[in-house]
T-cell receptor, first 114, second 109 residues
């Protein structure tokens, strides 16, 4: 089934630990995004990539890093997790096959940092 | 700053009509999106407006007035499965999406 796959779906993590959230898409979309979603707030963009080999900072990039070695994969790394990074993380992509600017989302990764 | 406002929660009755409003103040405008998000799931695309007026798609319609910085999502013949959060998002002049906090719609029998 075409789409975006995120892993893990849920994780509890001790503060200070390193964590990588994985995201893979098979739609050959050029653009990919990482958002966090917190209760009472809109989706906030962490990092994005317009094409393989390039990345950019979003609204809330501090404490996070990304890489885009190829078109399909866009992992998000928390170098040293803190409790304020407890959130639901969504990976998304956009490209041919949808409305202009339409995003296709993964199912989300629920991260709890203790 | 950039801002998207929508009501936090609304309640409606099965079979009725509900209108969810969204007002925005952004740096430029390249389009407005509505997404549906069921609890615990990913957002899914509903509609896209870039010109003033009404876009109809089955039971769902979306309206845009760029001069007023205003949009609404109209849901007709409400069904229990329409219980979800509805997210309004505007694409600004830098082609970045600015998201509202979402409106939780509760449908009662």
């Amino acid at each position: 089934i075409a789409g975006i796959t995120q892993a893990p779906t849920s994780q509890i993590l001790a503060a200070g630990r390193r964590m990588t959230l994985r995201c893979t898409q098979d739609m050959r979309h050029n653009a990919m995004y990482w958002y966090r979603q917190d209760l009472g707030l809109g989706l906030r963009l962490i990092h994005y990539s317009n094409t393989a080999g390039t990345t950019g900072k979003g609204e809330v990039p501090d404490g996070y890093s990304v890489s885009r070695a190829n078109t399909d994969d866009f992992p998000l790394t928390l170098a040293s997790a803190v409790p304020s990074q407890t959130s639901v993380y969504f990976c998304a992509s956009s490209g041919a096959g949808g409305q202009p600017g339409e995003l296709f989302f993964g199912e989300g990764s629920r991260l709890t940092v203790l | 700053g950039q801002n998207i406002d929508q009501p936090t929660e609304m309640t409606a009755t099965e079979g009725a009509i509900v209108q969810i409003n969204c007002t925005y103040q952004t740096s430029g405008f390249n389009g407005l999106f509505w997404y549906q998000q069921h609890a615990g799931e990913a957002p899914t695309f509903l509609s896209y407006n870039v010109l003033d007026g009404l876009e109809e798609k089955g039971r769902f319609s979306s309206f845009l007035s760029r001069s007023k910085g205003y949009s609404y999502l109209l849901l007709k013949e409400l069904q229990m499965k329409d219980s979800a959060s509805y997210l309004c998002a505007v694409e600004d002049s830098n082609y970045q999406l600015i998201w509202g906090a979402g409106t939780k719609l509760i449908i009662k029998p």
